[in-house]
């Protein structure tokens, strides 16, 4: 297993995206998967293929539509509206067991081609409720996932304890403000960017590009 391999769990959305540029400072040789279930917006698909493109990094699509059967949620259908989730309940966004799915995916791929490291954008300070993007739940599946394939995979989680305006320091540290704040893509609306400026994902990127610009 290579040492210096890493597989990046990509969107194409604001978190990803500074995930990625971390991890090619990190390791030798990146590569990066994104996972298609129907998502609400097929320009996130899109969009995720133009930014491993342009930095020249290798892309695998997985098709994941068996979410969509298993959980309609707001980020797959049309019909069901994004809602902040209020009062301790989860936001119509959330898709359970998602993060379990998606890393289990990422690392089966990542013995596959032979790479020790998986990094995910996941982050517990501002974790909307949803339970598994919580450190203690990462720290788990590590184990599990190390005793299912009997290996030493790390997971990595640059984003865990950053708020958004965190994230977009780190991003400036990575040289790579300009890229993620102009080519990601964020917005429930499928609008890069900047977005909408309505939905709670523009909301919650605004509010931390603000907090930051103003240090
Ligand atoms: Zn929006």
């Given amino acids: 297993m290579n040492n210096n391999k890493a597989i990046v769990v990509f969107s194409g959305g604001q978190d990803s995206t500074t995930c990625l540029f971390w991890a090619l400072k990190q390791f030798n040789e990146v590569e990066v998967v994104t996972f298609d279930y129907n998502q609400r917006h097929q320009e996130e698909i899109k969009v995720a293929q133009e930014i491993a493109d342009e930095l020249g990094v290798k892309q695998t699509i997985m098709d994941m539509s068996l979410l969509n059967q298993l959980a309609p949620n707001a980020l797959t259908r049309n019909d069901i509206a994004v809602t902040e989730g209020e009062d301790g309940e989860l936001p119509s966004t959330f898709v359970p067991g998602r993060n379990l799915l998606f890393l289990?995916?990422?690392t089966i791929y990542a013995s596959q081609v032979g790479a020790k490291h998986i990094?995910?954008?996941?982050?517990?300070t501002d974790f909307s409720g949803y339970p598994d993007c919580r450190d203690v739940?990462?720290?788990s599946l590590n184990v599990t996932l190390n005793l299912s394939m009997d290996t030493q995979f790390v997971i990595h989680t640059p984003l865990m304890w950053l708020d958004k305006a965190e994230t977009w320091a780190l991003a400036d540290q990575l040289n790579?403000?300009?890229f993620v704040r102009d080519k990601?893509?964020?917005c429930?609306?499928?609008?890069?960017g900047s977005g909408c400026g309505e939905c709670?994902?523009?909301k919650l990127r605004q509010n931390g590009l603000d907090r930051f610009l103003e240090k």
Avoid: D, Q
């Fill in 104 to 106: 289990s995916f990422a």
């Fill in 200 to 202: 709670p994902a523009c």
């Fill in 188 to 192: 429930y609306e499928g609008i890069r």
């Fill in 137 to 139: 739940f990462i720290k």
């Fill in 184 to 186: 990601t893509l964020t």
């Fill in 176 to 178: 790579a403000f300009e």
């Fill in 119 to 124: 990094v995910t954008g996941v982050c517990e």
